[in-house]
């Protein structure tokens, strides 16, 4: 959406983070070549297009990178403190702290 609802959510910004895991084990395990041309398996989609093949309106972009500048997982939300938690501690042991994910 424009306003990048989803990047103030617990769980999608979660699994940005596996996404982003799973494409650097892949890379580090892969020839350069290879990690080259795979280097972009994480996929912003919005309404008017896809981010990475410069698809979406100059708006929703400039509003992604507006949000990923100031992006702070801490302050994601989640319906669930239960899951917010959960959240919070494997960010904190994969990453040892939000500082190492915050951008």
Known sequence: DECVYPL????????LLHSMLRVEKEQ????????????YK???????????????STEVSLNIGE???????????????DDQQMIQDCVISYMGSF???NM
Not at 28 to 39: G, V
Not at 42 to 56: D, K, Q, S, V
């Open 99 to 101: 500082a190492e994910i």
């Open 42 to 56: 994480i996929f912003f989609c919005t309404n008017t297009g896809i981010l990475n093949r410069g698809e979406a």
């Open 67 to 81: 949000r990923l500048a100031g992006l702070r997982l801490e302050d994601a939300s989640a319906s669930s403190q």
């Open 28 to 39: 580090a395990q892969a020839s350069s070549e290879d990690a080259e041309q795979d280097c």
């Open 8 to 15: 103030g959510r617990s769980w999608c910004l979660f699994e």
